[in-house]
DNA sequence: CGCATTTGACCTGCGC
DNA sequence: GCGCAGGTCAAATGCG
């Protein structure tokens, strides 16, 4: 998949699935009440889906059974190295002076370093909600753009994320270089209770408006071209050996396929 | 008063 | 060994 979000490759899952990450063929007359009946549909799926990804990711062991040549030679070559991952976030330009990046934990700063390269301060902060767990941030004005904030997280949480957050997923070169288009964007949000949930293909302009959640955290983070690529191998990878998935994918399309036959009566 | 942030000092790793 | 740059510590300060 390109990063127009087309696809070359032969018919696969992920082709099967390109409906749900783009604008529909042809459009369907749809009450606002299908609408939102569909999109809570595919949050449904995708919550599931994310949920396994995530139980995945905690379970060393299910990464090596899933790919065994690697991940045991990695394991016995090398000592163990805090994992590192780096985000991109826009901040609010009435945020110009401030130097932090919210998102679902909680941080404490612990120093705050002006570097050779860049005349912004780099700002360090610890996880504050546990006093054993590891992770740590750094943050950072881009030097070319004041407005982007980089933050890098060295390590993994030992515990749940606390806070209630939301976040606005964008796609780099879509909001680097279209900024202010209509594209459709998906959101993540992560409630109270630790579920996840995923809106795809709604534009900003087209999202329900704030729940009683208003007054939480909202951060745009911008997935970079090589993040969006694990994320939907990742997916792909999952959702291919989920026969349940792919029974219910089948079930759906065959349905969808039975609408638009001339005559069908539902 | 307690907690988070600020900020200068100190530590550590790396290149020369 | 020395200097530089990044990272961390901890006392001072501010704020609710």
């Not at 905690?58 to 590192?84: I, Y």
């Not at 070319?144 to 939301?166: C, F, I, K, P, W």
Request: net charge neutral.
């Amino acid at each position: 998949m390109d990063s127009n979000g087309e696809c070359s490759s032969p018919p696969t899952l992920s082709a099967a699935l390109l409906p749900l990450f783009g604008p529909p063929p042809e459009p369907l007359p749809e009450s606002l009440e299908d609408k939102l009946r569909r999109v809570s549909e595919e949050n449904r799926r995708l919550a599931a889906a994310l949920d396994a990804i995530l139980a995945d990711r905690s379970t060393p062991r299910a990464l090596a059974t899933s790919s065994p040549s690697r991940g045991n030679a990695v394991a016995a070559a090398e000592p163990p190295r805090p994992k590192v991952r780096t985000v991109c976030a826009r901040a609010e330009p009435s945020d110009a002076d401030a130097n932090h990046l919210r998102d679902c934990y909680q941080w404490r700063k612990y120093g705050q370093k002006v570097t050779r390269d860049n005349p912004y301060p780099r700002s360090y902060f610890r996880c504050a909600y546990a006093p054993s767990c590891p992770v740590k941030k750094k943050v950072q004005r881009s030097a070319d753009d004041n407005l982007m904030l980089v933050a890098t997280y060295e390590g993994e949480h030992n515990h749940e994320q606390r806070a209630q957050s939301e976040y606005v997923v964008t796609d780099a070169s879509t909001s680097l270089h279209q900024a202010g288009s209509s594209l459709p964007r998906s959101i993540i949000s992560i409630d109270s209770s630790g579920r996840k949930k995923i809106t795809i293909g709604l534009a900003a302009d087209q999202r329900p408006p704030a729940d009683s959640n208003a007054g939480a955290a909202v951060g745009e983070i911008i997935v970079t071209p090589e993040f969006r690529k694990a994320l939907v191998d990742e997916l792909v990878n999952l959702l291919t050996n989920d026969s349940e998935f792919v029974e219910k994918l089948a079930s759906a399309v065959a349905d969808r396929v039975m609408e638009r036959i001339p005559g069908h009566i539902f």
